[in-house]
Every structure is written in C-alpha cells, then in structure tokens.
C-alpha cells in the first residue's frame, strides 16, 4: 500500500494534493462515493437556474454534475493550481460553462453570492481552528440570503469499529491515529482505487465545533441530512451487488463516512 506524505502543515503542496486526487477520483464510482452523490444531490434539490459555488472543487467534479442536474451558474474554486488546471482543460473540452479559480477557502476574496454553497471533503483537510474559522465566515458571506450552503465531512459520530475495517467492502477504510485537540481527531484514510490501496492523513471536526462555528456566522438553520441512494437505475454493479441490494447498503446507509449539514442564511 503507498501513503501519500500530506505532513501537518495545512496548506499542503500542489503536487500531494495532485496525488490524491489521481487516485481519489475513484472514489465517485464506489458504493461510498455513489450513497456519497446521491445524498448531496437530494440535500440540495432542484438546481435548475441557480448559481453554485463549489469551495475545494478538485478537478471539478461536482461542479460538472452541478450544471447536469441544470443549475445555471457554477463556479469552482480550489487551492491546487494542478486541480483547477484539470478541471479547465476538461472545461475547454466539454464547455460546460464552469469557471473555475485557484484560491484558498481560508482566504476567500469577494465572489459576489451565490444560491447555494457547497464544500466537500474539504475541512477534513483543515487541522487549524483560526483556518476553520475563516473559511466558515467566508462560506456564509458568499452564500445569498435565503440561499442554501452545503458542507459534507467526515461522520464523527458514525461506527468507527465498522469504518475502520468492514468499509473495505464499500472501497476505504477510515482509522483514529491521534487523540482529539481543539475538536479535530484525526484519522488514516484508506482508498481502495482500482484494486491499488493508497492511504493518506485527514482530519474529522466534532459536530460541535462546526455547529458553534454556523451559528457564530449567522446561519438561520442547520440540519443534518440522511444518507440516501440514488432513486431508480443507476449504473452501479460490482461482483454480486447492485445499487438495489438492500442488504448490502444497510451499514453504509445506517453509518456513512460522511455527513451533510444543510444551513440556510
Ligand atoms: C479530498 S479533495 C475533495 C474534492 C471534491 N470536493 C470532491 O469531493 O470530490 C479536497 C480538496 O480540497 C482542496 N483544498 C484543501 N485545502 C484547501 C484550501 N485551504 N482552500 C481551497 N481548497 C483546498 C484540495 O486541493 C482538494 O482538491
């Protein structure tokens, strides 16, 4: 198994991330990242015509399944130069009206407001509190009033026992190897991409700490969202399962290793 070196240091380099991402991509197609899609989507509802901003997009991912599901303006920003410059040349390729911008969550000028928010799988990523807390006040200052702002993490509160070895069969484990400070315990990430494991370090906030940090910003509501699967066929076989194997998703359904906070402004 490799383990990508991502050190302590929360702004890490362009070409670590870049790693991850290669291999992290897969994850969008396993029965994690499937379960993971299907609830954004169903947190947010309808998009048609409205504007999204995606904070720490990748290669642009969700900002291409965005504009699919019919919003009308996105634009995705991120911290890797690499990132961003893949998902522009998939841009330039598929001209799906995405914008994108290399910029730092903890450090976001004015974008203007959009209707909906969105970060995914990025505080995970921040281990200081003071960076937490910048990027929350920058999340909810881009977000419109009455608009919808949207943050998936790690599930604190889920079955770690089950994460950390019977996930394999949903393609990752996720292990505890340091205590909690300041409300981030982190943990080892392992990817299973392509029958090749890479692992590399992450972090998970309390519930807590990013309740008290919505609030603090002036979020009128925050509710946690239920995991869900995609509704009817979706193309999703591996081996003996299918997306409608109820047996097989009963775990990842009932403990997922994300969780969704859907807050109004
Ligand atoms: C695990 S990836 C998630 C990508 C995408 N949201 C997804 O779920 O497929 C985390 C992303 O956050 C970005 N990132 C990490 N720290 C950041 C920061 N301070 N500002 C902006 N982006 C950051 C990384 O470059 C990386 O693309």
């Not at 200052?141 to 599930?155: D, F, I, S, V, Y």
């Not at 890479?198 to 979020?219: A, C, D, N």
């Not at 969780?259 to 109004?264: G, Q």
């Amino acid at each position: 198994m490799v383990t990508l070196e991502t050190s302590a240091n929360p702004v890490r380099s362009n070409e670590v991330y870049a790693e991850i991402f290669r291999r992290y991509d897969a994850k969008n197609s396993s029965p994690s990242g499937i379960a993971e899609r299907a609830s954004v989507l169903s947190a947010l509802g309808d998009l048609t015509g409205k504007s999204v901003l995606d904070i720490g997009c990748g290669t642009g991912f969700y900002p291409r399944v965005f504009r699919r599901v019919g919003a009308n303006e996105v634009v995705g920003i991120d911290l890797s130069e690499e990132m961003i410059g893949v998902g522009r040349q998939l841009e330039e390729l598929e001209q799906a009206g995405i914008s994108y911008h290399v910029l730092d969550a903890a450090n976001l000028p004015d974008l203007g407001q959009f209707d909906v928010v969105t970060n995914m799988w990025l505080v995970n990523h921040m281990t200081d509190p003071v960076a937490l807390a910048a990027f929350i006040e920058g999340f909810a200052r881009l977000t419109a009033p009455g608009g919808t702002a949207l943050l998936l993490t790690t599930n604190r509160d889920g079955d770690w026992k089950l994460f950390s070895d019977d996930y394999r069969r949903y393609g990752f484990t996720m292990t505890f190897n340091e205590a909690e400070t300041a409300g981030n315990r982190p943990y080892l990430l392992e990817l299973d991409s392509g029958g090749k494991a890479f692992s590399f370090q992450s972090t998970s906030w309390s519930p807590q700490v990013l309740e008290e940090e919505f609030t603090r910003v002036g979020f009128r509501t925050i509710e946690r969202m239920h995991a869900t699967l995609p509704t009817g066929n979706f193309p999703w076989v591996d081996g003996d399962h299918t997306a409608n194997d109820a047996d097989f998703f009963q775990d990842l359904l009932r403990s997922p290793a994300f969780t969704i906070f859907r807050l109004t402004k």
